[in-house]
Nanobody, 125 residues
Framework: QLQLVESGGGVVQAGGSLRLSCVASGRPFSTYTMSWFRQAPGKEREFVGVITWNGDVIKYADSVKGRFTISRDNAKNTGYLQMNSLKPEDAAVYYC??????????????????WGQGTQVTVSS
């Protein structure tokens, strides 16, 4: 099993920044594609961004393009989500996920086998 633990969430004012981390253990993290999803109250869990095992493919949801940056350090078994220019609508629980999805389903929740417990991001206006 691959275990994932997110951290870095918190309360930030609109326009501010946060960096989320996702630490993996239990299996070689470097062999997995990693994604970030988020879920706001009363809404479906939605795709935020994805990075393949070697970083050759990075994709973002339109809602975060230009503001969020996804990265990873395989030597540290850690993935990151840098969030800048945060908006109130970015408030949600953020989850990292790992798996080996085909390219055309990288944004699909069901394509991932492993999930973290989530970290709360609150954006005040």
């Amino acid at each position: 099993q691959l275990q994932l633990v997110e951290s870095g969430g918190g309360v930030v004012q609109a326009g501010g920044s946060l960096r989320l981390s996702c630490v993996a253990s239990g299996r070689p993290f470097s062999t997995y594609t990693m994604s970030w999803f988020r879920q706001a109250p009363g809404k479906e869990r939605e795709f935020v961004g994805v990075i393949t095992w070697n970083g050759d493919v990075i994709k973002y949801a339109d809602s975060v393009k230009g503001r969020f940056t996804i990265s990873r350090d395989n030597a540290k078994n850690t993935g990151y989500l840098q969030m800048n220019s945060l908006k109130p609508e970015d408030a949600a629980v953020y989850y990292c996920a790992a798996g080996r999805p085909a390219t055309h389903v990288m944004g699909v929740r069901g394509a991932y086998d492993y999930w973290g417990q989530g970290t709360q991001v609150t954006v005040s206006s």
